[in-house]
């Protein structure tokens, strides 16, 4: 498990609202923090959930994992991916 920092939700809320689309941000996400696993999904597959963090370019959700299983998670701490959403 990796973990996120308040610092590093900082970093991420830069990037993500520096970025001009949700490539952009995936892509600047897995460069900057290597071994977080990082997923674009399209927005219906995330429809009625909270995102940990909204950006410019991308609704972030924090993906939490036993080793088996993804879920999502709310705790930075316990996050080992983020779940990357376009903004409309």
């Given at each position: 498990?990796?973990?996120?920092?308040?610092?590093?939700?900082?970093?991420?809320?830069?990037?993500?609202?520096?970025?001009?689309?949700?490539?952009a941000l995936?892509?600047?996400?897995?460069?900057?923090?290597?071994?977080?696993?990082?997923?674009?999904?399209?927005?219906?597959?995330?429809?009625?959930?909270?995102?940990?963090?909204?950006?410019?370019?991308a609704d972030?959700?924090?993906?939490?994992?036993?080793?088996?299983c993804w879920?999502?998670?709310?705790?930075?701490?316990?996050?080992?991916?983020?779940?990357?959403?376009?903004?409309?």
């Amino acid at each position: 498990m990796m973990g996120l920092s308040t610092d590093d939700m900082s970093v991420l809320s830069g990037l993500g609202n520096a970025a001009p689309d949700v490539a952009a941000l995936a892509a600047a996400a897995r460069a900057h923090w290597n071994g977080l696993r990082v997923t674009v999904v399209d927005a219906l597959d995330v429809r009625g959930e909270t995102p940990a963090l909204e950006t410019a370019s991308a609704d972030v959700y924090l993906l939490g994992s036993d080793g088996h299983c993804w879920s999502l998670t709310s705790d930075p701490a316990a996050a080992s991916g983020l779940m990357l959403a376009a903004r409309s």
